[in-house]
T-cell receptor
Framework: KNQVEQSPQSLIILEGKNCTLQ??????????LRWYKQDTGRGPVSLTI?????NTKSNGRYTATLDADTKQSSLHITASQLSDSASYIC??????????????FGKGTKLSVKP | GAVVSQHPSRVICKSGTSVKIECRSL??????MFWYRQFPKQSLMLMAT?????????EQGVEKDKFLINHASLTLSTLTVTSAHPEDSSFYIC?????????????FGPGTRLTVT
């Protein structure tokens, strides 16, 4: 069964601290993996996208890693800010090329950054 | 670039009435758009794929007569929830497909919160 599991379900950290979110997937065939940030009551915004040949990709304070062998990905947030409070969703694209709606979504990790 | 808008952002309607939600790609043309539904603390669930000029493709378990989708132009898709019931209350998100650098990418709208009383 094609699944994307994220952990932890929720996380509270202090402003300025780092954190790492985890994503395990069983989706096959795999095309690419994306991390999205979703603010409460808003649509998801793409942070990173990685194909199976990429091990790491950064976007400012966000760094995503991918191990296609173990089917694991992580999102590391450095020097967290209050505005980082959101849900972070791991999404795996199940097919190559067309990406015609074959996105498998994780349930997300809800991050709360406290002052 | 690649901005997707939705209207309205919030809507409250009475049970039995119909509600229309619009999804627009503002700065690109999208032959394919998607409609998702998200319940609290749940992941996005794909409802249907909307193709410009043709009938939408619905996911298993989604009633096509209840959730009417029209993709009449390359920048606009609409979702109409007919005879709404309280259990239809949810967060509805659309996305539009674009190929900014060769690879297909879905760009999401800000979502519409539907509350059926």
């Amino acid at each position: 069964k094609n699944q994307v599991e994220q952990s932890p379900q929720s996380l509270i950290i202090l402003e300025g601290k780092n954190c790492t979110l985890q994503c395990n997937y069983t989706v096959s065939p795999f095309s690419n993996l994306r991390w999205y940030k979703q603010d409460t009551g808003r649509g998801p915004v793409s942070l990173t996208i990685m194909t199976f040949s990429e091990n790491t990709k950064s976007n400012g304070r966000y760094t995503a890693t991918l191990d296609a062998d173990t089917k694991q990905s992580s999102l590391h947030i450095t020097a967290s800010q209050l505005s980082d409070s959101a849900s972070y969703i791991c999404v795996v694209n199940r097919i190559y090329g067309g990406s015609q709606g074959n996105l498998i979504f994780g349930k997300g990790t809800k991050l709360s950054v406290k002052p | 670039g690649a901005v997707v808008s939705q209207h309205p952002s919030r809507v409250i309607c009475k049970s039995g009435t119909s509600v229309k939600i619009e999804c627009r790609s503002l700065d690109f043309q999208a032959t394919t758009m998607f409609w998702y539904r998200q319940f609290p603390k749940q992941s996005l669930m794909l409802m249907a794929t909307s193709n410009e000029g043709s009938k939408a493709t619905y996911e298993q378990g989604v009633e096509k007569d209840k959730f009417l989708i029209n993709h009449a132009s390359l920048t606009l898709s609409t979702l109409t929830v007919t005879s709404a019931h309280p259990e239809d209350s949810s967060f509805y998100i659309c996305s539009a497909l674009n190929r900014p650098r060769g690879e297909y990418e879905q760009y999401f709208g800000p979502g519409t919160r539907l509350t059926v009383t």
